[in-house]
């Protein structure tokens, strides 16, 4: 049974939610019922329950807390001053909960073969980090690095824009994504580099084998001496007067045409 009501916004578990929201911390802030959801039928730690009072009479969250409840999850109403001190959101949900969670090794996004791995270079914007990571997990890809200066993948922003992928999908963050990704090469990984003004369109490259989709910053895209090493430079075709997309949606069409190539050579090979 949860326990009794917290009212003080300066409990140890405030404080906590606080310090997780980031993603840097051991522990993970989970903004909102979906999340929390995700987490639960994904089976990732969780080691707190905030839920603001009176929510918990809602059946959808009673339902939320006696899953909590049946995985020995501790179960906490507070009051919506206190929920509104843990959750980092303008307009909170009324549930947060603290998780566990960790990063991956750049050696587990490349299984199974042939390894598909977005990566995201300095890409500042969490909620487009949450969609390439969302995207990611759509199609199958084997994982996410989060290189350079992108935003922490386990930050709130980010795991609520990847609506729960980021919970199922290895993701590695590494701060040197030139070196990591002259290492993928080296283990027989290509180099996709998203560029405006590369000279490969979309429609005509090859994304069947191994390869490692590289998308920059919103506005400056790639840094040059990533773009120096990448195997392949691609272009998405667009009609003037438009030039750019979101970092989001730009790799978002390059995943899901890796995938269509990709089904269409298992069915080729199938009937051959």
Do not use: Y
């Not at 939320?64 to 959750?87: C, F, G, K, N």
């Amino acid at each position: 049974m949860p326990a009794p009501t917290l009212t003080s916004r300066r409990h140890s578990l405030v404080a906590r939610c606080r310090d997780a929201a980031d993603g840097h911390a051991d522990e993970v802030l989970l903004d909102g019922p979906h999340l929390v959801a995700e987490a639960l039928a994904a089976g990732t730690p969780l080691l707190a329950l905030l839920v603001s009072e009176g929510l918990q009479h809602r059946p959808e969250i009673g339902n939320l807390l006696s899953r909590a409840t049946q995985s020995d999850v501790p179960v906490h109403i507070v009051t919506p001053a206190v929920l509104d001190a843990a959750s980092p959101t303008r307009t909170p949900a009324g549930v947060v909960a603290l998780a566990r969670l960790a990063l991956q090794p750049v050696e587990a996004l490349l299984a199974p073969a042939p390894a598909l791995i977005t990566v995201a270079v300095n890409v500042q914007d969490p909620g487009n980090l949450g969609t390439l990571i969302r995207s990611s997990e759509a199609v199958g890809a084997t994982g996410v690095l989060a290189a350079g200066t992108t935003a922490h993948p386990f930050g709130w922003r980010a795991l609520r824009g990847s609506m729960g992928s980021a919970l199922r999908l290895p993701i590695a963050r590494d701060g040197d994504p030139t070196a990591t990704l002259k290492d993928l090469q080296a283990r027989g990984i290509s180099l996709l580099a998203l560029s405006a003004n590369a000279p490969t369109s979309l429609d005509t490259a090859s994304l069947t084998g191994p390869l490692a989709i590289c998308v920059g910053a919103e506005g400056t895209g790639l840094p040059p001496d990533l773009l120096a090493v990448a195997d392949q430079h691609v272009a998405i075709p667009m009609r003037a007067p438009v030039e750019s997309l979101n970092v989001g949606v730009a790799a978002s069409l390059v995943l899901f045409e890796a995938r269509r190539q990709r089904d269409h050579r298992i069915a080729h090979e199938a009937r051959s």
